[in-house]
């Protein structure tokens, strides 16, 4: 994302100005020796920077409260393929939107989040406010209201490319 912004300030520039110059000289045609073979820059091809667990954890929160609101489950399960609570979770949400139902829910605002453990576990305790949820399991079921409020979540990830996967996710007592 970066790199397209820098080229597009860079390109922006001098096509600015060439609107604003005199017409273009015609040169002479090139040699007609082959161009040496470069090789690629170190900015060619931009390493992605790598995500931080916590910025992975926060994205994963607001997949998650997506896919209660839209019913899409596919992009949630991607962050955490081999979840099985995510799996569980995913499937409720399934069962809701295939009946007809639909969920509202404003997601969760994360209060407090840190690491849990020795630093290679990759386990994260987080402490969440979680807004009141209103969802109907039919099209023409009666609307249910969970309350909302404070929750504590344990989330273990992995490191995968520049980024996580979740390998589980839990709701802690307290």
């Known amino acids: ?7 597009a ?3 922006a520039g001098p096509l600015l100005l060439a609107g604003c110059s005199d017409p273009e000289p015609i040169l002479p045609d090139p040699p007609t020796t082959s161009p040496s073979p470069t090789t690629p820059s170190p900015t ?3 390493t992605p920077e790598q995500e931080s667990a916590e910025d992975f ?8 409260q997506r896919m209660f609101v839209t019913g899409d489950t596919e992009r949630f ?9 995510c799996k569980r979770i995913a499937e409720t949400v399934d069962g809701i939107y295939d009946g007809g139902g639909s969920v509202e829910w404003d997601g969760w605002k994360i209060l407090n989040l840190a690491p849990r453990g020795a630093p ?12 009141p949820t209103r969802y ?15 929750g ?15 390998l589980e996710s839990k709701e802690l007592p307290g």
């Open 1 to 7: 994302m970066h790199v397209r912004r820098i080229l």
């Open 9 to 11: 300030l860079a390109l």
């Open 44 to 46: 060619d091809s931009e």
């Open 57 to 64: 954890i926060r994205r994963w929160a607001d997949e998650n």
């Open 77 to 85: 399960l991607s962050l955490g393929p081999d979840c099985d609570d």
């Open 120 to 131: 290679s576990a990759n386990a994260f305790r987080f402490v969440v406010r979680s807004a």
């Open 136 to 150: 109907r399991e039919t099209a023409n079921g009666p609307w249910k209201q969970l309350e909302g409020g404070r």
């Open 152 to 166: 504590v979540q344990l989330i273990v990830l992995k490191p995968v490319d520049s980024s996580w996967q979740v």
